[in-house]
């Protein structure tokens, strides 16, 4: 990006403040080239070169940052992130004793260092623009892309429910759909109740001012192999009719966590034009609670045809994926990606920072487990196990959208969403938490994207 606003720039030259980057094992080396006041105040500030650590010393007639790093010669994510978050605003350059030493993957932590959630605060602080330059300026507009990508799932995550119902949605999409010139069709309210029966069954509580809908894009030459994302919009979880206790309500903004994934994830494929024909689902509804909510021990007809027992309806997710798997599978994809704030059991079994993946295909999961781990945005993959398919047995109806027993609540989730997949596509399901519950550098508590850059990066090596 050549923005002069833009986080980061160019190196041509331009007058910066440097940072050095020390590893521990290099610190005594890089002590001796410094001066004795310097050396004075790197001890009295009990620098010890590890990893998030910085100190600021006097250089020439200005100063300089000195930061300590796991590794110099491979750089994280996010080990430039706490220095963008703490310095002041300004121009900054990486330099070091060898010749080209970059920011590299430092980059994107170095953005995201910086986001702030201040929608709401009339006293938001602004810092000012924290500028990172870079002697790689091909890598600039991929990174900030990412970063972009990530800071929009964080906004819509953050934001509350009243702000971020189905509408909003609808309109993020709308967004997409102006910028990148694709094709938008939504299906709202009693329309639904045909051909979405179940997106229309948990939603149509809420009324009017809130009313369910089915966000559909599609974009790309339909020469291209298809691909479809699709992304859980429960705006606001009340638990329905199996209301939640009041603790268990309060994060509930960010049940739509999957359509923000979704949302961010067809936003880099547009914008790097991936050779895709891409086709983005958002079902998205308030799970609230009035006289016509749908009920325990109800049977809803999905759009597959699948009848579903209501054993719980606080299970209001995959039914709305159900409905919306099945209109992906109708386009006869080559592959689909899914992303759901869909079980407390993921929690339990991967605690936040892991979204738990489940793919039919093994060699699916092996490119995505290694696109996460090569850009620090891990997953753990949890089995589709053939054997729990029978706790989702009915006695009444084709399937029950609650399992017994208690055991394995995020396999027996992903099962009921293979139900609805049709056979023999490639699909991949990210059971994630969309939030972050303590803050660390880069990555503050809230909003939060996990499993985006893993997708992100597999569907480029699969199609780029």
Same mark, same amino acid.
């Given at each position: 990006?050549?923005?002069?606003?833009?986080?980061?720039?160019?190196?041509? =030259?331009?007058?910066?403040?440097s940072i050095h980057l020390v590893e521990k094992d290099g610190l005594e080396?890089?002590t001796k080239g410094l001066t004795v006041p310097q050396r004075a105040l790197?001890?009295?500030?009990?620098?010890?070169?590890?990893?998030?650590?910085?100190?600021?010393?006097?250089?020439?007639? /200005?100063?300089?940052?000195?930061?300590?790093?796991?590794?110099?010669?491979?750089?994280?994510?996010?080990?430039?992130?706490?220095?963008?978050?703490?310095?002041?605003? /300004?121009?900054?350059?990486?330099?070091?004793?060898?010749?080209?030493?970059?920011?590299?993957?430092?980059?994107? /932590?170095?953005?995201?260092?910086?986001?702030?959630?201040?929608?709401?605060?009339?006293?938001?602080?602004?810092?000012?623009?924290?500028?990172?330059?870079?002697?790689?300026?091909?890598?600039?507009?991929?990174?900030? %892309?990412?970063?972009?990508?990530?800071?929009?799932?964080?906004?819509?995550?953050?934001?509350?429910?009243?702000?971020?119902?189905?509408?909003? !949605?609808?309109?993020?999409?709308? *967004?997409?759909?102006?910028?990148?010139?694709?094709?938008?069709?939504?299906?709202? =309210?009693?329309?639904?109740?045909?051909?979405?029966?179940?997106?229309?069954?948990?939603?149509?509580?809420? #009324?009017?001012?809130?009313?369910?809908?089915?966000?559909?894009?599609?974009?790309?030459?339909?020469?291209?192999?298809?691909? %479809?994302?699709? #992304?859980?919009?429960?705006?606001?979880?009340?638990?329905?009719?199996?209301?939640?206790?009041?603790?268990?309500?309060?994060?509930?903004?960010?049940?739509?966590?999957?359509?923000?994934?979704?949302?961010?994830?067809?936003?880099?494929?547009?914008?790097?034009?991936?050779?895709?024909? !891409?086709?983005?689902?958002?079902?998205?509804?308030?799970?609230?609670?009035?006289?016509?909510?749908?009920?325990?021990?109800?049977?809803?007809?999905?759009?597959?045809?699948?009848?579903?027992?209501?054993?719980?309806?606080?299970?209001? /997710?995959?039914?709305?994926?159900?409905?919306?798997?099945?209109?992906?599978?109708?386009?006869?994809?080559?592959?689909?990606?899914?992303?759901?704030?869909?079980?407390?059991? %993921?929690?339990?079994?991967?605690?936040?920072?892991?979204?738990?993946?489940?793919?039919?295909?093994?060699?699916?999961?092996? *490119?995505?487990?290694?696109?996460?781990?090569?850009?620090?945005?891990?997953?753990?993959?949890?089995?589709?196990?053939?054997?729990?398919?029978?706790?989702?047995?009915?006695?009444?109806?084709?399937?029950?959208?609650?399992?017994?027993?208690?055991?394995?609540?995020?396999?027996?989730?992903? !099962?009921?969403?293979?139900?609805?997949?049709? @056979?023999?596509?490639?699909?991949?399901?990210?059971?994630?938490?969309?939030?972050?519950?303590?803050?660390?550098?880069?990555?503050?508590?809230?909003?939060?994207?996990? =499993?985006?850059?893993? @997708?992100?990066?597999?569907?480029?090596?699969?199609?780029?």
């Amino acid at each position: 990006m050549s923005d002069k606003n833009a986080l980061i720039q160019p190196d041509r =030259g331009q007058q910066a403040i440097s940072i050095h980057l020390v590893e521990k094992d290099g610190l005594e080396k890089f002590t001796k080239g410094l001066t004795v006041p310097q050396r004075a105040l790197l001890e009295a500030a009990r620098f010890t070169a590890s990893a998030g650590d910085h100190v600021i010393l006097p250089e020439g007639e /200005g100063w300089c940052a000195v930061a300590g790093v796991a590794d110099a010669a491979t750089l994280s994510p996010w080990c430039l992130a706490k220095l963008a978050e703490k310095l002041p605003a /300004g121009t900054y350059r990486r330099v070091d004793p060898n010749p080209g030493a970059e920011p590299g993957a430092a980059m994107l /932590g170095w953005i995201l260092g910086q986001y702030a959630f201040d929608r709401y605060k009339a006293d938001a602080e602004d810092q000012g623009p924290r500028v990172l330059l870079t002697g790689e300026p091909a890598r600039i507009d991929a990174v900030t %892309a990412e970063a972009e990508a990530v800071m929009l799932v964080r906004d819509l995550v953050n934001t509350p429910a009243e702000d971020m119902g189905p509408a909003q !949605l609808e309109a993020e999409a709308e *967004a997409l759909h102006k910028a990148f010139r694709a094709v938008i069709r939504v299906t709202r =309210g009693d329309a639904l109740e045909r051909d979405f029966p179940m997106v229309h069954a948990v939603g149509r509580a809420a #009324g009017r001012s809130h009313a369910p809908r089915l966000i559909e894009l599609e974009w790309g030459d339909p020469k291209h192999p298809r691909v %479809a994302i699709v #992304g859980k919009g429960v705006c606001f979880d009340s638990g329905g009719l199996d209301i939640k206790p009041s603790s268990g309500m309060l994060l509930m903004k960010k049940d739509m966590g999957g359509a923000a994934h979704a949302l961010a994830l067809a936003r880099l494929v547009m914008s790097a034009n991936l050779p895709v024909r !891409l086709h983005v689902l958002v079902p998205a509804v308030e799970n609230a609670i009035s006289g016509n909510s749908f009920r325990p021990g109800d049977v809803l007809r999905s759009r597959a045809g699948i009848t579903v027992e209501i054993g719980n309806t606080d299970a209001e /997710g995959r039914l709305i994926l159900g409905d919306a798997l099945t209109r992906a599978g109708e386009e006869k994809p080559d592959f689909i990606v899914d992303f759901a704030t869909l079980t407390g059991a %993921a929690r339990v079994a991967v605690g936040p920072d892991l979204p738990a993946l489940f793919t039919r295909e093994d060699a699916t999961a092996d *490119a995505l487990l290694a696109a996460g781990k090569a850009v620090d945005d891990p997953c753990w993959r949890l089995p589709l196990h053939e054997g729990y398919r029978e706790y989702l047995k009915s006695d009444v109806a084709d399937i029950n959208n609650a399992g017994t027993g208690g055991f394995a609540g995020a396999s027996t989730a992903a !099962l009921f969403l293979d139900r609805f997949v049709p @056979a023999g596509v490639d699909w991949a399901h990210f059971d994630t938490f969309a939030w972050r519950p303590a803050a660390k550098p880069g990555r503050p508590k809230g909003g939060e994207a996990l =499993g985006l850059r893993a @997708a992100w990066h597999m569907l480029k090596q699969r199609y780029g």
